[in-house]
């Protein structure tokens, strides 16, 4: 039995989106659902701990949204950091940020 190339043009875009892509926007959705709860328990990083990192090359991580940053941390102001990067500045909102690590 030979596979007609039209029925593989027309599934293969199918399985990709089921296997694929679908997973991968519940993954992020998930992972706002974690941190809302976290920001309703309270149990979330405080600006004292992020003063640390202040003036240090970091990395900074948001995990499942994608998104990481590396630069020096320049300004903790309430729920957000300003970070210097070589591309410029950009600012990241402290409740979607999982890792922070000191660049050597």
Avoid: H
Wanted: net charge positive.
């Amino acid at each position: 039995m030979k596979l007609d190339p039209s029925i593989i043009g027309v599934w293969l875009p199918i399985f990709i989106v089921i296997i694929v892509i679908i997973p991968q926007q519940q993954a992020i959705k998930n992972a706002a659902v974690v941190v809302l709860k976290r920001k309703k328990r309270g149990d979330f990083m405080t600006n004292e701990l992020i003063q640390e990192f202040k003036g240090y090359n970091c990395y900074i991580s948001t995990g499942a949204f994608g998104a990481s940053v590396t630069g020096r941390i320049t300004d903790i102001k309430e729920n957000w950091i300003e970070v210097q990067t070589k591309k410029g500045r950009q600012v990241l909102n402290l409740d979607f940020i999982q890792i922070i690590r000191i660049k050597e």
